[in-house]
C-alpha cells in the first residue's frame, strides 16, 4: 500500500479515506493481516488522526476490519450470510429461537435501569424481577446477547424449589412465561454502542456499534417481560417482512 494524499473531493473526507483503504485492503492485505498502526496509516494518506478513525470505523461496521483486544486492526475474511431467526411472534425460550441460556439472577424491583422499569410498567412495582441472560451463537461465534427483564408476578407458579440460581433459575422462568397467553409484542431497534458486559460476551472492544432490538410481551394483564437483545452490528442485519416480524442474518466470516 504506497503512499497516497488525498485531493479535494465534494463527499466528507473520511468517507473518501474509507474507499481508498477498502481498495488497499483487497488489493495489499491477506485476511487475518494486523494493519499499521493508526499514526503510520494517517501520516501514509496525509489526514488526521480523527479522520483515519472515522474511515476506520465505518470499515468495521461493514465488517471489512476486526479490531480485537489485544491484536489491533486485522483484515477480516469474506462472509456469508447465515439465518439466525425471526423475532417472531412467540414467547421467548420456545425450541425454535435459537438461543442458549446462559444464566439467571433475581433482583429487586429498583436495580432494573428506569427505562427498563418504565416498560415494565405497573407490574414490576415494588417486586422482584428475574433477570434472564441468552446469548445466540452462529458458526461457534456469538453473534447476540439478550437480558430478558422478567418481574415475579408474570411467573407465580415459580418457586425457589423449582429455580434455584443459574441456568436452572433461567430455563424455569422461560418455561413458565410459556405457560401464559401471548396475546401480542411490540419491537424496536436501534444503533448503540456495547456496554462493557455486551462487548465481553461478544468479543468486541467496548463502544463497538451494536444493533439493539427491545421487544415487549403483553398478556391481558399487561406487559410480561421485556427483552433487550444485543447484535454485532458488523455481521448482523435485520429486515422487516410483510407481517413485521424482524428477520436477523447473521453473515459468518469464513476462512478464504
Not at 458486559?197 to 432490538?213: H, I, Y
Request: glycine fraction near 8%; include cysteine; charge should be negative.
Amino acid at each position: 500500500m504506497g503512499t497516497t494524499q488525498l485531493e479535494t473531493v465534494p463527499e466528507p473526507k473520511y468517507w473518501h479515506l474509507k474507499t481508498v483503504l477498502s481498495e488497499a485492503l483487497d488489493q495489499d492485505f491477506a485476511v487475518g493481516e494486523v494493519l499499521p498502526n493508526e499514526r503510520e496509516l494517517a501520516a501514509r494518506f496525509g489526514v488526521a488522526r480523527a479522520t483515519l478513525r472515522q474511515a476506520l470505523e465505518q470499515l468495521e461496521l461493514e465488517g471489512r476490519l476486526q479490531r480485537r483486544r489485544g491484536v489491533g486492526t486485522t483484515v477480516a475474511p469474506p462472509r456469508v450470510g447465515v439465518a439466525v431467526g425471526s423475532a417472531g411472534q412467540g414467547w421467548p425460550g420456545e425450541s425454535t429461537d435459537g438461543w442458549e441460556v446462559v444464566d439467571a439472577d433475581v433482583t429487586d424491583a429498583a436495580l432494573p435501569s428506569a427505562a427498563i422499569l418504565k416498560l415494565l410498567g405497573a407490574v414490576a412495582a415494588d417486586q422482584p424481577v428475574h433477570i434472564v441472560r441468552r446469548t445466540r451463537v452462529s458458526h461457534g461465534q456469538a453473534v447476540a446477547a439478550e437480558l430478558l427483564y422478567v418481574p415475579a408476578a408474570s411467573v407465580p407458579g415459580l418457586s425457589a424449589i423449582d429455580a434455584p440460581a443459574g441456568p436452572a433459575r433461567a430455563r424455569a422462568v422461560l418455561r413458565e412465561l410459556q405457560r401464559l397467553a401471548l396475546d401480542g409484542q411490540d419491537r424496536s431497534v436501534e444503533l448503540g454502542s456495547a456496554r462493557a458486559d455486551d462487548a465481553k460476551e461478544l468479543d468486541r472492544l467496548p463502544g463497538a456499534p451494536v444493533l439493539v432490538v427491545t421487544t415487549r410481551y403483553f398478556t391481558a394483564a399487561g406487559t410480561a417481560a421485556v427483552s433487550v437483545a444485543t447484535y454485532r452490528a458488523d455481521t448482523c442485519r435485520l429486515t422487516f417482512g410483510d407481517s413485521g416480524d424482524v428477520e436477523i442474518t447473521h453473515e459468518a466470516r469464513v476462512a478464504s
